[in-house]
T-cell receptor, first 115, second 113 residues
Framework: AQKVTQAQTEISVVEKEDVTLDCVYETRDTTYYLFWYKQPPSGELVFLIRRNSFDEQNEISGRYSWNFQKSTSSFNFTITASQVVDSAVYFCALSTTSGTYKYIFGTGTRLKVLA | DTEVTQTPKHLVMGMTNKKSLKCEQHMGHRAMYWYKQKAKKPPELMFVYSYEKLSINESVPSRFSPECPNSSLLNLHLHALQPEDSALYLC????????????FGPGTRLLVL
């Protein structure tokens, strides 16, 4: 079975705080892909990052960083020095060979950054 | 450029109306997708087109009818919808169907009265 769990439904932080969004996935496939998307109130899902199962290297892009750990089946996302513009719903997604590469989305984490 | 455009942005329709949603991309992608998203839920896949052919239909009711006239365009024809069909409809595209990253459009917010 394929599954993505985002246990944090909603997080509120004050501007400039660091925040980590958790993503735990389940799959028996050895080849799979993990994604993070941002959905601001406007509705569009904005692609942030894709990671394949063979690449456990962590990634940093400006204030964003991602920690991929196969040992714990987690792909966590950290925003450093959060800003009000980071307020959005963040989705983690999984696609696998046996799932015909259809996206399996987590339930999303709503992040509110307060000024 | 990773832009997918959708029109209209908002649509209000009655249960007897016929309307269409349009999606366009000029990235040369050969896979296009329709998703439905209810409030506070993740997107749910409806249809996948690969090389202009319907490859996945997630058991969507026939009142939703997709069409892919060419590799850049994707339509969703709506007829005799129900109030519970009110949602955000998202279009996405990817270079091919498969392990590729999907790029989403801004969506059409549909209200069925």
């Amino acid at each position: 079975a394929q599954k993505v769990t985002q246990a944090q439904t909603e997080i509120s932080v004050v501007e400039k705080e660091d925040v980590t969004l958790d993503c735990v996935y389940e799959t028996r496939d050895t080849t799979y892909y993990l994604f993070w998307y941002k959905q601001p109130p406007s509705g569009e899902l904005v692609f942030l990052i894709r990671r394949n199962s063979f690449d456990e290297q962590n990634e940093i892009s400006g204030r964003y960083s991602w920690n991929f750990q196969k040992s714990t089946s987690s792909f966590n996302f950290t925003i450093t020095a959060s800003q009000v513009v980071d307020s959005a719903v963040y989705f983690c997604a999984l696609s696998t060979t046996s799932g015909t590469y259809k996206y399996i989305f987590g339930t999303g984490t709503r992040l509110k950054v307060l000024a | 450029d990773t832009e997918v455009t959708q029109t209209p942005k908002h649509l209000v329709m009655g249960m007897t109306n016929k309307k269409s949603l349009k999606c366009e991309q000029h990235m040369g992608h050969r896979a296009m997708y329709w998703y439905k998203q209810k409030a506070k839920k993740p997107p749910e896949l409806m249809f996948v087109y690969s090389y202009e052919k319907l490859s996945i239909n997630e058991s969507v009711p026939s009142r939703f009818s997709p069409e892919c006239p060419n590799s850049s365009l994707l339509n969703l024809h709506l007829h005799a919808l129900q109030p519970e069909d009110s949602a955000l409809y998202l279009c996405a595209s990817s270079p091919r169907a498969g392990e590729e990253t999907q790029y989403f459009g801004p969506g059409t917010r549909l209200l069925v009265l």
